[in-house]
């Protein structure tokens, strides 16, 4: 489900959430990191269905300080977002591409489920669909 700019106003004025830079640039207006519109649009696509809400940032190695884009600690689940994948970005360059699957590994060995979803995914509203499916699979872990 593919959410509209207009649904997307509707939800961040209902919310309290910032719409995206890139939605709200006009002319001269400072452009900020694009992998941070994807993520923001990715929050508003889970909000719309009404999935758990997400954490931003979540540090999830002490020794590395690696953190998660988005994360949901009690479910061990993450979803990170790479950009730049047709325009040879960070992610699909070598050195880029082998410290994301250290990363990605590391998670694993730690308990962690990580979705890797591509900007393109987020904007078809098929990484939302990916969380979706994983949150109603995953039991929150309680402590002992």
Do not use: Y
């Amino acid at each position: 489900m593919r959410v509209s700019a207009a649904l997307a106003r509707q939800l961040a004025a209902k919310t309290g959430a910032s719409i995206p830079a890139s939605k709200k640039r006009g002319p001269g207006a400072p452009r900020v990191h694009a992998q941070e519109d994807f993520v923001a649009q990715l929050e508003l696509h889970l909000r719309a269905r009404k999935l758990a809400a997400p954490q931003r940032e979540v540090k999830f190695h002490e020794r590395r300080g690696w953190k998660f884009d988005l994360a949901w600690p009690s479910r061990k689940l993450a979803c990170e977002v790479d950009g730049g994948v047709h325009s040879g970005g960070r992610h699909v360059r070598g050195k880029g591409f082998e410290e994301d699957a250290v990363k990605c590994n590391e998670a694993l060995l730690l308990g962690w489920r990580v979705l890797r979803v591509t900007t393109g995914q987020v904007k078809t509203g098929e990484a939302a669909d990916w969380v979706a499916a994983a949150l109603r699979g995953l039991p929150e872990e309680r402590e002992p």
